[in-house]
């Protein structure tokens, strides 16, 4: 989101991490309802990062040998890939955050933040064409139907033009969706700044498109996870669209009952909020909704219905993200156990990388 992001430096670093990476891997995605053997898995869960030199050079290779120490399914980055001013969204960003993915031993998700494509307007960003530069994104790492990393995790794309591109109608293939054991994962892209409705050269027309491609790709997950008889879903996104009145400083306010923003600000979510509330009470089943955004771990409910009562299948996850004033302070990432057998199938850790404690040394 904000604060001041050098990229210059760090490729060394990356180019270490990769050697001898990710190959073409198709032959080993891993789309698979494999439920028989029941047993449990755990995956990984990051993003808002890196936002500094120091943590391009030092607090993500750590992260990422953290990661790679521990025995994943798979990882997921919900989006910003830099600091959201003063850092250029020049083609070496991408290729030095494909790098990082493609240095996971594990298959490796992502989905589009605000500062990785909607605030690449800003002048302070170099002034970038933000539609222009999601195609960009679209190209380097969502042209194939499977995930980045080490070993490739097959997934399926919302392939219909519901999006917009600089040309006109594109897939939106950056909405990915894929099953294993019983649970069904989905990405979306839904990023901060009001979900490019406000900030820098906002853009109603591609909103639009995008808002009503989420919406169907929201209810079309729901639609198979009950085909496939999923016990649980879990949705990635990178913004934080604001849940109730209590966190003004993190998040839009909005009446939880009736999900309107309440601050005046134009609303990019509501009608998203809206859809996915239906389908969650519907749905009955555990819904866990990961995003990053807004700096600060936490696990909560606080998704209400119309009679202001708290949907108990729904569990809000917000990963670790950026606090440039403490270099590699809160460079961390989110463990979850999963088990499908399990009454929750979701638990959630906080995995400290011990080579990034800043206030606390590692013992």
Not at 220 to 239: D, G, N, P
Request: proline share 6%.
């Amino acid at each position: 989101m904000r604060k001041r992001f050098v990229l210059a430096v760090g490729f060394c670093i990356v180019a270490a991490l990769v050697s001898g990476s990710a190959t073409d891997g198709r032959s080993s995605g891993r789309d698979d309802d494999d439920r028989d053997d029941g047993e449990g898995y755990a995956i990984g869960l990051w993003g808002d990062l890196p936002y500094s030199a120091t943590q391009v050079v030092v607090g993500v290779p750590n992260l990422i040998a953290d990661m790679n120490a521990q025995d994943l399914r798979f990882t997921v980055h919900d989006g910003d890939l830099k600091a959201g001013s003063n850092s250029p969204c020049n083609d070496a960003l991408y290729t030095q955050s494909l790098a990082y993915f493609n240095s996971l031993k594990a298959p490796a998700a992502f989905t589009p933040g605000d500062n990785d494509w909607t605030d690449c307007d800003r002048a302070s960003n170099g002034g970038f064409s933000s539609l222009e530069r999601l195609d960009h994104e679209r190209q380097i790492f969502f042209s194939m139907p499977f995930s980045l990393g080490q070993h490739r995790l097959r997934q399926e794309v919302q392939t219909a033009p519901l999006c917009l591109g600089v040309s006109g109608p594109v897939a939106c293939v950056e909405n990915r969706r894929w099953t294993v054991r019983g649970v069904t994962y989905a990405t979306l892209n839904v990023p901060g700044s009001c979900n490019n409705l406000c900030d820098t050269a906002p853009d109603p027309a591609e909103w639009t498109a995008r808002n009503q491609a989420n919406i169907v790709w929201v209810q079309e997950t729901f639609s198979e996870a009950r085909e496939r008889r999923s016990v649980a879903i879990m949705f990635i996104t990178q913004a934080n669209p604001g849940w109730d009145l209590s966190d003004g400083t993190r998040a839009p306010l909005r009446d939880p009952r009736t999900l309107a923003e309440t601050d005046g600000q134009p609303d990019g979510f509501k009608d998203f909020l809206s859809a996915l509330r239906e389908e969650v009470i519907a749905f009955r089943r555990p819904v866990a909704y990961v995003h990053g955004d807004s700096h600060y771990f936490r696990v909560d409910k606080p998704f209400l219905d119309s009679a202001g009562r708290r949907l108990e299948n729904f569990t809000r996850v917000e990963t670790f993200g950026d606090n440039a004033a403490n270099g590699n302070n809160d460079v961390h990432w989110v463990k979850v156990l999963v088990d499908p057998n399990s009454r929750d199938v979701f638990a959630f850790q906080p995995q400290i990388v011990a080579a990034n404690r800043v206030a606390v040394p590692a013992p």
